[in-house]
């Protein structure tokens, strides 16, 4: 069956140093990656797709990698600040069927602070 | 509306009752989606509505749990004979039908069944 794991549940690190976060698969051949940022008691919010034929997006301080050789894609959150700190989630979607909808198997996060 | 609406935010039930959850997309966005996220556990795909197509309820963990979408916008989901294990915040989201736009969630729906 598919599986989705992010390195690990939580990650600490301090502020103005990189974060990097992974996001590994199996049994999967995901077109699409999206990463999602979710704070306590709210819904996830999107933030970066990176697509199969695509090797690294970027956005503002944010990077993202996908090797779908390795089955993995790297999250990158470059000079942290504490503002940055929340679980974020790796989420995988298949090939476009253009029927208007599209389903997302999420991993189950990781939770980043980022110390002061 | 701005963005996704789910109500109500917080619902404590006793076990046996039924519930009803409610999701207002945002409008013109074709697809909805519910969810279900415990302590600990990743984002459980429930059910997802496109348009006038028969919704896939591939993730609707037993029967007891069912959900429709009236008018192509608002969408309620329903769980008749609540149990314990039902307890878990509920999310709705919506979107605009490509993988190039992401989904946008409502805040979800904590629910504890006592």
């Known amino acids: 069956s598919q599986k989705i794991e992010q390195n690990s549940e939580a990650l600490n690190i301090q502020e103005g140093k990189t974060a990097t976060l992974t996001c590994n698969y199996t049994?999967?051949?995901?077109?699409?990656l999206q990463w999602y940022r979710q704070d306590p008691g709210r819904g996830p919010v999107f933030l970066l797709l990176?697509?199969?034929?695509?090797k690294e997006k970027r956005k503002e301080r944010l990077k993202v990698t996908f090797d779908t050789t390795l089955k993995q894609s790297l999250f990158h959150i470059t000079a942290s600040q504490p503002a940055d700190s929340a679980t974020y989630l790796c989420a995988l979607a298949p090939s476009y069927s253009g029927a208007g909808s599209y389903q997302l198997t999420f991993g189950k996060g990781t939770k980043l602070s980022v110390i002061p | 509306g701005a963005g996704v609406s789910q109500s109500p935010s917080n619902k404590v039930t006793e076990k046996g009752k039924d519930v009803e959850l409610r999701c207002d997309p945002i409008s013109g966005h074709t697809a909805l989606y519910w969810y279900r996220q415990s302590l600990g556990q990743g984002l459980e795909f429930l059910i997802y509505?496109?348009?006038?197509?028969?919704?896939?309820k591939s993730g609707l963990p037993s029967d007891r749990f069912s959900a429709e979408r009236t008018g192509g916008s608002v969408s309620t989901l329903t769980i008749q004979r609540t149990q314990q294990e039902d307890s878990a915040v509920y999310l709705c989201?919506?979107?605009?039908?490509?993988?190039?736009?992401?989904?946008?969630f409502g805040s979800g729906t904590r629910l504890t069944v006592v």
């Open positions: 990176i697509r199969e034929n695509e």
């Open positions: 509505f496109q348009g006038n197509s028969a919704p896939d």
């Open positions: 989201a919506s979107s605009s039908g490509h993988p190039n736009y992401g989904y946008t």
């Open positions: 049994n999967y051949s995901p077109a699409y």
